[in-house]
């Protein structure tokens, strides 16, 4: 992911997880699973389609006794079922991301007596999903202690796409916090200023990141950039950027982060008073994307601001 595109591994990881298959290597077959619905994931392959698709890859991981890679893809499935409002799966209800601050959590005490299981990347990667769980439920608190919990995820795991995760969800839940749209009372010990110093860390990183692979990175780059002026207040500029965000991320086949730009820019409009049409045009767009991602909870949440605060009525198609 540092120098390719996420979304060229994905054909050659089922492949070699067909190999694993055939000659009855179920170890290496896992593994080529778990890695490509790791890297899947930050490709923009939509919730849709990974849910179902994980839930096979895990009866067949249980079944051939790979606990490890069972439980490390277990915690994105959770995840994923969360992101899609499937909160009452049984994956989530004895899941562990909700559960991470727990101090007694039965569950991440059997996984870390699991044999071969690499305990640092799992208790990583669970903190980021959670850390996005958090971001979307408009959590800052819990998104933000998150990321700080796991901000040395490029030397527990450096070769995994989930990195750029992280310095994402990272900038924009500090730049969020500094607009103070939802800063909560535990949140304003954090300085302005020293949220911003985040956020712009997080910038730089993806930065560097896109100098060797912008396909990967730019998107997320113009997003963090865009929530940057908009916290400057310059707006036009802040439009401008998530203009070419938005663009990147329909090129690239990011519904996700399309979905995310539109959502960002229309409450960007929306909370400068400026553009009021097109501020309700870019919310229910993004309304559209996140239903077509599969992300629900978040469509309803979108849907529910249009019909209270813009007097407008929608309607989604899977309702």
Not at 267 to 293: A, F
Request: charged share 25%; glycine share 6%.
């Amino acid at each position: 992911h540092w120098k390719f595109p996420v979304k060229s591994t994905l054909e050659p990881l089922l492949e070699s997880r067909q190999i694993g298959i055939d000659i009855g290597d179920h170890e290496y077959s896992s593994l080529s699973s778990f890695q490509y619905f790791h890297n899947a994931n930050p490709a923009g392959v939509p919730l849709l389609t990974l849910e179902p698709a994980m839930r096979n890859a895990l009866v067949e991981m249980k079944a051939q006794r790979q606990v490890a890679w069972l439980e490390l893809l277990s915690v994105q499935f959770e995840y994923t079922l969360i992101m899609m409002g499937k909160t009452e799966d049984k994956a989530v209800v004895n899941g562990v991301l909700m559960k991470l601050n727990t101090p007694s959590n039965p569950k991440m005490t059997e996984v870390m007596n699991t044999a071969n299981l690499n305990v640092e990347c799992y208790v990583c990667m669970a903190t980021i999903y959670r850390m996005v769980i958090a971001y979307f439920r408009g959590d800052l608190e819990t998104a933000l202690e998150m990321a700080r919990k796991s901000e040395n995820v490029a030397k527990v795991i450096p070769a995994a796409p989930i990195i750029k995760t992280h310095a994402l969800y990272d900038g924009l839940s500090a730049f969020d916090a500094v607009r103070g749209q939802r800063l909560t009372t535990s949140l304003q010990p954090n300085s302005r200023r020293m949220l911003i110093s985040r956020g712009k860390k997080q910038i730089k990183k993806l930065k560097t990141f896109s100098k060797h692979c912008p396909e990967n990175n730019e998107m997320g780059l113009l997003l963090l950039e865009a929530e940057f002026a908009a916290v400057k207040g310059k707006i036009e500029e802040a439009m401008f950027k998530y203009s070419l965000a938005e663009g990147l991320a329909e090129r690239y086949g990011n519904m996700d982060i399309q979905a995310l730009v539109c959502e960002r820019a229309g409450m960007t409009l929306k909370w400068s008073g400026k553009e009021e049409e097109r501020s309700r045009s870019l919310i229910q767009r993004s309304i559209e994307l996140y239903e077509g991602w599969g992300a629900f909870p978040k469509a309803n949440q979108l849907l529910a601001l249009l019909e209270t605060r813009c007097g407008v009525e929608v309607t989604l198609s899977y309702k």
